[in-house]
């Protein structure tokens, strides 16, 4: 006896498509439909607060959560490519969007691997250096809006900063590849705010590099890291001389730091480095004691950043 379709079920169902198998699947229930970036770009977007990122928050908003123009500020990408990826049209995002977004959403590993994974690549490795931004760090530099923060990664290539330390020493978002890294700035002749004498150059050199085969040593299958060490032997005779040293010690790269800026002028500064547990990321401060006169152009400067940071946000919109 042949089997009554049943039709209510089918319409139970909403509408269904069907597969080159035969297989009907609904389009409200189907897993590819909940499994996309764009689905969890959206979700995300919508959970963070712009005080969950440092923004400032002017008047009544129509979006829940972030605006696309601000994660896409935040992420360094641009806000059509963000469109195209909350939509569907962008379908394969590089590795380095993905962990660019990762820390603007305040992803944690779960997440961000999760992340990875929809988009069909695969999660980073742990033999590579760290560069996701844990959301404890990221609420730490969020925090502390009043000085001027920044968080490196083990090779020292800069992934996170504050709009005050934008201010004090530059916005790292308009540098892009290896000028992010310090270390590839130092010895590539790359000009910088911070005033050093010709013993505080040496010493931070001899530093950079003993840091550097450290790490190396540390993560000896990370082919990025061993392709800016043999970058940076080719590009600096004194990074390969030094190199070749094989230099271990590892000396204090805090104390006073002198900032020629262009507003203010010459500004002092505490710069201690904190090393994250567990993932080697640095925390760089800044800070000034209360009492001295750079206290004052700090203040300043972060009134500009975030000056420049609304500025900003408002022409994106």
Known sequence: MPLRRNTQALRDRGTASTTPTGRARSKLDGVQERDSVASYLRAWRARVQPADVGLPVAGPRRTRGLRREELASLAGISV???????QGRAVNPSPSVLAALARALRLDHTERDHLYLVAGQAAPKKTHVPSHVTPS???????LSDVPVAVYDAAWTIILWNS???????????????????????FTGASGRVAKSAAEVSAFEDFAVADLRRVLGNYPDDTSLQNLVADLRRASSHFDELWQRHLVTQPDTGGAKTIQHPEVGPIT???DVLTVTGTDLRVVVYTADPAAPDAQKLELLRVLGVQRLSAEASRTQ
């Open 80 to 86: 059509d490519y963000l469109v195209r990826l909350e």
């Open 137 to 143: 760090i990221q609420r730490l530099v969020d925090r």
């Open 164 to 186: 005050t330390w934008a201010a004090l020493l530059g916005d790292p978002s308009a540098l892009t590849g290896r000028d992010r890294n310090l270390i590839w700035r130092t």
């Open 269 to 271: 500064l505490n710069c």
